[in-house]
């Protein structure tokens, strides 16, 4: 059986068995365009803002701001489930949070005809 680690947020993480760690380091061994790198390589590296241009650097940090979405962000909060709904909403599996929203909206349309 796989070695498994079980996150902060619960997530379960697969560990590669031996034989496919070993594969992994073959297959990166074997690409002469992307070598592992090595102490030397990470002692050369520049910070982002050194190595490019001004101009280019200011462009690479705009990319990571959100653009223009047609929806509006979600806005976290907090609400309290009895232990037993909380369980079965969590065993629906994964994306049981945007279907409790998803029911929420259709629970006001029918009420509030938004």
Same mark, same amino acid.
Do not use: H
């Given at each position: 059986?796989?070695?498994?680690?079980?996150?902060?947020?619960? /997530?379960?993480?697969?560990?590669?068995?031996?034989? +496919?760690?070993?594969?992994? =380091?073959?297959?990166?061994?074997?690409?002469?365009? =992307?070598? +592992?790198?090595?102490?030397?390589? &990470?002692?050369?590296?520049?910070?982002?803002? +050194?190595? &490019?241009?001004?101009?280019?650097?200011?462009?690479?940090?705009?990319?990571?701001?959100?653009?223009?979405?047609?929806?509006?962000?979600?806005?976290?909060?907090?609400?309290? &489930?009895?232990?037993?709904?909380?369980?079965?909403?969590?065993?629906?599996? /994964?994306?049981?949070?945007?279907?409790? =929203?998803?029911?929420?909206?259709?629970?006001? /349309?029918?009420?509030?005809?938004?």
């Amino acid at each position: 059986m796989q070695e498994t680690i079980k996150t902060r947020s619960g /997530r379960v993480i697969i560990m590669p068995t031996p034989k +496919e760690e070993i594969q992994t =380091n073959a297959g990166i061994a074997a690409d002469p365009d =992307n070598p +592992e790198w090595t102490d030397e390589d &990470f002692a050369r590296a520049k910070p982002a803002a +050194e190595f &490019f241009s001004p101009e280019v650097y200011a462009q690479l940090c705009a990319m990571r701001q959100r653009g223009p979405k047609d929806k509006p962000l979600k806005v976290p909060t907090t609400i309290r &489930f009895d232990a037993d709904v909380l369980a079965a909403l969590k065993a629906s599996g /994964r994306g049981w949070q945007t279907r409790v =929203n998803e029911a929420m909206r259709d629970w006001l /349309r029918a009420r509030l005809e938004i």
